[in-house]
């Protein structure tokens, strides 16, 4: 079964960083769109970035994390990671990661979902 699995998450103050990795369990990322959501309790899931398949282009949606995540795809160990700096408390959601057919922030258009990790956010 096509499955994603996500790590990294944690604790982590205001100010501080997180790595989160995405990997395939039975596929290699290579191939595959893979884009990032989140999800904060009593909130809709919501688009925060996504890398293409052919040329590597990224693409990030809310304003808020613009210049904070960088999305990046390490082929050697077929992992999508999501750098997280510059954390604020209003980051605290579970992180998702997906894979699509082309890079949207809409989850309809997503597929292997992976359980998600736990960031939050707080001092």
């Known amino acids: 079964q096509v499955q994603l699995v996500e790590s990294g998450g944690g604790l982590v103050q205001p100010g501080g960083s997180l790595r989160l990795s995405c990997a395939g369990s039975g596929f290699t990322l290579d191939y595959y769109v893979i884009g990032w959501f989140r999800q904060a309790p009593g909130k809709e899931r919501e688009g925060v970035a996504c890398i293409s398949k052919l040329d590597g282009s990224t693409f990030y949606y809310p304003e808020s994390v613009k210049g904070r995540f960088t999305i990046s795809r390490d082929e050697a160990n077929d992992t999508v990671y999501l750098q997280m700096n510059s954390l604020k408390p209003e980051d605290t959601a579970i992180y998702y990661c997906?894979?699509?057919?082309?890079?949207?922030?809409?989850?309809?258009?997503?597929?292997?979902w992976g359980r998600g990790t736990q960031v939050t956010v707080s001092s």
């Open positions: 997906a894979t699509a057919a082309y890079c949207s922030d809409i989850d309809y258009g997503y597929s292997a």
